[in-house]
């Protein structure tokens, strides 16, 4: 995943707006900035992280984020060849 992810963006940066971490929880609130490397396009997309953290490690990570604007934002980047 993470090298098809590298074949298709670029110039990848994470801004970090917020975390909360307790115990063995932690949430982020973040957002990914892009360069789609077909087109040039830039593009950002916010998501939240929920993780589990058990022994100092990762144990479950989940990620959620907004499908129809995320949607759009692909279809931004990559048009019509990404459907």
């Known amino acids: 995943m993470v090298a098809l992810?590298?074949?298709?963006?670029?110039?990848?940066?994470?801004?970090?707006?917020?975390?909360?971490?307790?115990g063995d929880f932690l949430a982020i609130h973040?957002?990914?900035i892009c360069t789609d490397r077909c087109t040039g396009a830039r593009a950002?997309?916010?998501d939240i992280n929920i993780g589990v953290v058990q022994e100092g490690r990762f144990y479950r990570w989940r990620e959620y984020f907004d499908l129809q604007r995320d949607t759009m934002v692909m279809l931004a980047t990559v048009g019509s060849a990404g459907q």
Do not use: E, K, L, R
């Open 5 to 22: 992810y590298g074949q298709h963006y670029a110039d990848t940066c994470v801004d970090v707006h917020g975390v909360i971490y307790s």
């Open 30 to 32: 973040q957002t990914w």
């Open 44 to 46: 950002a997309d916010q």
